[in-house]
């Protein structure tokens, strides 16, 4: 027995070595702007999305994985990689755009938690300003293996939405026909939900997040298989996370005819359905603990920052 568990703790120093990055990437993406797009979808077109969710999880597992598999092998980070294979005028054009996008990301961030101030009555100011701060502080001033543990920490938060999805008491039978049956509206709203739910999923920031992620926390390429399973299971659970957000809302919103434009929105309507409870579930949980959100996009948003002064 002794040797076994001699044998058995190397091999978990080194799952606990090479674990996060894959969990922490698919977490944040399950930020203010995907919720608010999972939500709007289950309250627009109920269930009829849900198959777009099986493909992204598949489409989001191998960008991550070919991330990680670079920042493994090559020990740089995306942007270093770009520089060092294109040009610089198609170097600096990437990085520019890129940041501008992740620019947007962090101010819809900031727009959730705002939300939430409006939800319970509180000035936006008051809310927004102390977040702004401590996610700076920690980012700054916080050493990797702490910043770690607390991204790792709120990952777990968002099994609230998984209570959320059981309690709408939705119509399952409907949930899972869709999520193995496509099925196809021919109107501009269809589209532009569908093309959104991939677009706050699989991102640029989480491309360079990631790749970065794994390069900096020294795995090596012999633990390329843990760092492929920490990947899916991050695929895997964003979009659990995002499949009962939208059976959340079409079980309840959906079926009533509601809509809806924001997370903010959803949190309301589904009071009278579900009580307060409902709204701490929809709001609270949702746009507050987008925090584990933030903290990835304000970390982005000083790398390109630093990786630009630095390269150009």
């Given amino acids: 027995m002794k040797e076994q568990t001699k044998k058995l703790w190397p091999r978990l120093l080194v799952i606990l070595a090479v674990v996060g990055p894959g969990i922490i990437t698919g977490t944040a993406d399950n930020d203010a702007g995907g919720i608010a797009t999972y939500s709007v979808s289950g309250a627009m077109f109920g269930y009829q999305l849900l198959w777009v969710l099986a493909l992204i999880t598949v489409v989001l597992a191998i960008t991550q994985e070919m ?12 942007a270093a990689l770009i520089r060092e294979n294109f040009s610089f005028r198609a170097t600096f054009f990437i990085i520019a755009f890129s940041f501008i996008a992740n620019w947007a990301n ?33 980012v700054i001033q916080g050493n990797f293996k702490n910043i770690q543990r607390i991204f790792l ?17 939705p119509d399952w039978t409907a949930a899972i026909k869709n999520t193995v049956v496509p099925s196809w509206q021919a109107n501009k709203e269809f589209l532009f939900i569908t093309i959104a739910l991939i677009g706050t999923t699989v991102t640029v920031w989480g491309q360079f997040f990631i790749q970065s992620y ?8 012999k633990d390329l298989p843990l760092a492929r399973a920490d990947v899916c299971v991050g695929s895997f659970w964003t979009n659990i996370v995002a499949f009962f957000i939208i059976v959340a809302t079409a079980g309840t919103l959906y079926v009533k005819g509601i809509s809806i434009t924001d997370a903010a929105d959803a949190a309301i309507a589904l009071e009278p359905f579900a009580g307060a409870l409902a ?34």
């Fill in 153 to 169: 920490t709120s990952s777990f938060l968002y099994i609230a939405y998984i209570v959320a999805g059981f309690m709408a008491h």
């Fill in 106 to 138: 962090i101010l819809a961030e900031f727009a959730g938690i705002a939300s939430i101030a409006k939800i319970y009555h509180f000035s936006p100011f008051l809310i927004v300003l102390p977040a702004a701060v401590t996610i700076s502080w920690i």
């Fill in 67 to 78: 991330g990680a598999r670079l920042g493994i092998v090559t020990g740089k980070g995306l």
């Fill in 279 to 312: 709204e701490v579930d929809e709001a609270g949980r949702s746009d507050a603990f987008d925090i584990a959100a933030i903290r990835s996009e304000v970390y982005i948003g000083g790398e390109y920052f630093i990786l630009c002064v630095e390269k150009f």
């Fill in 214 to 221: 794994f390069a900096e926390k020294g795995v090596r390429a």
